[in-house]
């Protein structure tokens, strides 16, 4: 049965039906006329119908989406709500550690002063909005504060010394092989197929126990070899570095060290060699020439456009090299050069050659500039255009350079990942800030001989102190208690320490370190006479190599001693 709204035809007439012929009524009244209803057509009601849908479709969407708001604002509130409950927590358990672990016997009301003043302590420090060291030093001073207040009856604190107690592994046969064989390196008649790495080994513990000679050089060019690494060539001579240069396959040599070569390289040398052999070192990329005390500017003019391809170059202790030096090496690599190190050259002074020629290097990851005097106005110029390049750097020694200096590496070098600013004491703290907050991505540091304050390192090593590989605190003698409990909870990914000379810590404290940093090496301990024997010696006999014990050689662990900041370069 169709219904009237459906069909508006059907519906029956209210003044037609009181007819009985179904006749129009003549005079109809015209207000029945005008209250008669209008029928819509079909279609405008399925429209109609169809609007109503949608307007409910969006009303139901704009209240998912409110409701949506309102949950999303629920669930921000209550991660803020816990964030700053856990803010808290972390807070009251890091108070009651250090309580804990200072014994402090303070009574409530002096923990109640504490506490207020730690609130406004920490509220100017928001107010100031401090840089991360400050905030990190801030830390210090008040985990010092609770030391102060802590009884001196304080317990001591049980370590677990599984590294210590831990014995050494046995070498392996390479390193007896190599062993053997570097003691007798006179009777070697041949290294054929022997690979470069391991002629580099060999050629490492020969040259610590200074038993290179013409002959065992001989050995290493012979074969095409890629690399030739030689660290002591104090006994070659100038006509045994000729016939040495000219007998070696240098089609195949990438990298060339011939290392305290100081008789042997002469202008006459290379002159001579290069008479036998016009096409020079056409695969030469790095070079290494340290203590080459008779290489002269025009000796190494001959040297850089016999290597069109050398990408570093390592001229420390070269003392006769001159600012004509980096002019040339400006003028054949400028766009080319990744490393250079002059560090130990006399004669180069701070002059205008100087400071154009080193910035005319585009592309120079590492540098170093070690024990150059009056630096600063040089280094300052290159750092402002070219630092965002560094990677590497050595100042080490450098009269001059100071907290300035360094203000314009943490601004400039931001990629730098090592840093070498021992013998600097014109810096103080304030360098160790900007090193902290510019430079980001650093893994190996020294600090040897340096002024900074207990605090200053401690709050350097809780902020980067996670990414450093190596570290040396060699003669800083402020070095104590903060720094050892930073060294302890921050830096587990260290692998060489020197702690040399640092005579304010105890023997409990270099316990924790060595039971903390589970990746660590080697430890260097050189003039650690505040602590037992016994102790060290125990220590001695766990994974880390101890080097500095009284009655050892200084060539009893050369392999672990300290990596430079050219390492990787050189």
Known sequence: MTSSREDPEILPDAEESNLPDGSPPDNPDPDSVNNQPILLPLFDCVALDKLCQVAEMFQDRERLRIRDE?????RRRLAEERAEMHRQYVFEVAKAYALELHSDQTTPKQSKVDEEKEEEEEEVKTEKGKSRFDDAKNAIKKRR???????????????CMTKATTHRTAPTLTELCTRVLAKNSESIKSLYLVPDHLKKKI???VSDISKVDKAFIQLLVHDSPYEVSVNNCVDLEEKDLSQILCECDRACLEVLNLDLCGRAMTQNAITEFLKRSSNGFPSLTRLSLQGAFCLTDSALALVAR???LLRVINLCECSLLTCQAVKILADCFGSTLRGLNIGGCQGIKPSDVFRTSLSRFEKLNSLSVAGIESVHDVVVGFFTSRGSNLTDLS???CIGVNDGTIWIVGRFCPNLEALDISELDNLTDAS???ITDGCRSLNSVKFTRNRFSDEGIAAFLEVCGGSLNNLCLNNVRNVGQETAISLA????????L???????????ELRRITSCCSLLRSLKLFGWTQVREEFLEDLSKSEVKIVGLKMTSLFAHPEDSYPSVDAKCF
């Open 203 to 205: 050629s490492s513990l």
């Open 432 to 434: 160790l800030k900007e």
């Open 70 to 74: 309102e949950v999303a604002e629920k």
């Open 145 to 159: 504060r609770y030391s102060r207040l802590s009884s001196t009856s304080a317990t001591t604190i049980e370590l």
């Open 498 to 508: 020197d702690l040399s000379w640092c005579r304010k810590l105890t023997e409990e």
């Open 306 to 308: 016999s290597a069109p």
């Open 489 to 496: 909870k921050y830096c587990k990914r260290l692998h060489y």
């Open 395 to 397: 100042l080490a020694s």
